[in-house]
């Protein structure tokens, strides 16, 4: 039994939890709220862990000569390299939480209950402050769970702590379902909030010796639900506005008050350095003046961009100019040939934070656009473009979502315009670029468009599944109809690794019999999971 968590029992618990998370991998993996196969928790939590174990097995001395104890090193050797490696959204709420944790004991002698206590609350209040409006049922719900149990407990017991707070955090993930429809609706419990039990099960392994590892809650009976909440918010607003701030922590807390009250969708993450700090600043408002002003009240706002929800007008495209380069995040060979032709640097899917700001420091480039593909690299670009605002370079990230929506933003780029105004031109037109995928189930589950059995063929667009079919031609020909209907002038289709021959065609050959003025583009993407990706414009 250990009193303290020194700086030996940091190393252990990564190596365990890392560990542990590897066992659980697969398990992890499969806690995915829509029955297609690329669900990836597991393995993202997987890479972001070892990111930070690599860290620490490169800084071998313990006790630095100044600064923080040899375990606060320990800790925030952990957390800037799970920072730097963090794959995924839960990947990268995991290394907030572990800067967090870091934040709080690095200085302290000794960490006994109460600090470990103390340390889960501040791992949580970084989590959750990058968040406006935190969805319960999540990652976020578990570790307050801990925080709060561990508090409770109210006592220095070290092990006895972590262990109340281990059986908080499984509590807590058993009842994700009830507090988050897509979880019901799925059956299943949510996927970062276990990885975070599987780590605290492992610190409590490391404090008393005994295996802590307990298996994962059923949950109860899934329940239908009629809708998902939009991640992108209310359409009640037309502006996206993002900026970078230098300002000071209490000032930031007045601006998130502000654009609170403008908006919704609103993000501030900060990177953790004091008494001023670099702020990413995100939110979805009407009055785009007045969330600038509130910027500027706070401190020194740059790298300012504003997306238009509405389809605008797509500028003409023009050549590159020497100082910006773009940076692409493809999953597929014939994808990768197609963004490369385009003139962009290629990263292959689910890169880290790490690999991700490598790319944009190879370009050489002084100003930069990252186009991440997905919801979940998103996050991962977001970390990476803070990252190199330390190298003197300016990144910006366009929320792509599909790899058709950065085909879409890359055919505007135009090297005559200011970089903000093209960062501006390209959210746009990758904003009005719907985008659908059509793949088979991987296992039984109930969605919005009914009930799927493993095999069935799923077409989702803009991520939720609007079609279930038997046959993959006439499904990927339904959800080309499907979305036509609303509108568009042009389709792009990307055929999968696994896509059957003449896929493409065959649904090339039905837009011209139903949609005889519709332009149709058809690539070799060959991309996993997916037989074919669609895009509208």
Request: hydrophobic share 45%; charged share 20%.
């Amino acid at each position: 039994m250990l009193d303290t968590l020194d700086a030996a029992a940091v190393r252990r618990w990564c190596a365990g939890g890392l560990a542990a998370l590897k066992r659980h991998q697969g398990e992890i993996d499969q806690l995915n709220v829509y029955p297609v196969p690329d669900g990836d928790t597991g393995t993202n939590l997987v890479l972001t862990l070892t990111s930070a174990q690599q860290a620490l097995a490169m800084d071998l001395d313990t006790l630095p000569d100044s600064g923080p104890t040899a375990h606060g090193h320990a800790l925030r050797l952990m957390a800037q390299g799970a920072l730097l490696g963090a794959r995924g959204n839960s990947g990268v709420i995991l290394s907030q939480i572990l800067r967090g944790f870091a934040d709080q004991v690095a200085g302290m002698p000794a960490v006994r209950g109460r600090e470990l206590a103390a340390a889960l609350r501040s791992g949580t209040a970084a989590a959750y402050t990058a968040v406006s409006r935190p969805v319960e049922g999540t990652l976020l719900t578990v570790v307050a769970a801990a925080a709060a149990a561990a508090e409770g407990a109210d006592s220095d017991d070290l092990p006895a702590v972590a262990g109340v707070a281990a059986r908080a955090a499984a509590e807590a993930l058993a009842l994700t379902p009830e507090q988050l429809p897509a979880l019901a609706r799925a059956g299943v419990v949510d996927a970062g909030g276990r990885g975070l039990c599987v780590l605290l099960d492992a610190l409590v392994e490391v404090l008393t010796g005994e295996s802590a590892a307990r298996p994962a809650p059923t949950p109860r009976a899934a329940r239908p639900a009629a809708t998902v909440a939009r991640e992108t918010g209310s359409d009640e607003y037309a502006y996206e506005v993002q900026f970078l701030l230098d300002a000071r922590a209490e000032a930031v807390a007045g601006l998130r008050r502000a654009l609170d009250a403008l908006g919704d969708s609103l993000v501030v993450v900060g990177d953790g350095r004091e008494p001023e700090g670099t702020w990413n600043v995100h939110v979805h408002v009407n009055d785009v003046g007045a969330a600038v002003e509130a910027g500027v009240a706070a401190g020194r706002p740059y790298r300012i961009s504003v997306t238009c929800f509405a389809d605008q007008p797509e500028p003409p495209a023009g050549p590159a100019v020497t100082g910006r380069a773009a940076v692409v995040v493809a999953t597929g060979g014939g994808i990768a040939e197609l963004f490369a032709a385009e003139g962009a640097t290629v990263v292959p899917g689910n890169p880290s934070t790490g690999e991700l700001l490598d790319a944009v420091r190879s370009t050489g480039a002084a100003r930069v656009v990252v186009l991440p593909n997905d919801a979940n690299t998103e996050a991962v670009a977001s970390a990476a473009a803070r990252e190199a605002h330390r190298f003197g370079i300016k990144v910006s990230v366009v929320p792509t979502r599909s790899p058709v929506q950065a085909l879409a933003a890359l055919a505007v780029r135009d090297g005559d315009r200011r970089f903000e105004d093209d960062v501006i031109a390209m959210a746009e037109a990758a904003g009005a670029c719907r985008y659908a995928e059509v793949c088979h189930a991987s296992r039984e589950a109930l969605t919005v468009a009914g009930p799927c059995r493993p095999g069935d063929v799923l077409a989702l667009v803009e991520g939720e599944v609007h079609l279930i079919g038997a046959d993959l031609t006439d499904t990927c020909a339904a959800v080309v109809d499907r979305m036509l209907g609303g509108g568009g002038e042009m389709v792009t289709l990307l055929a999968g690794a696994d896509a059957p021959a003449g896929l493409t065609d065959a649904v090339r050959a039905h837009v011209a019999r139903r949609w005889p003025f519709v332009e149709v583009h058809a690539y070799p993407g060959g991309q996993p999971f997916y037989p074919l990706l669609v895009g509208i414009e």
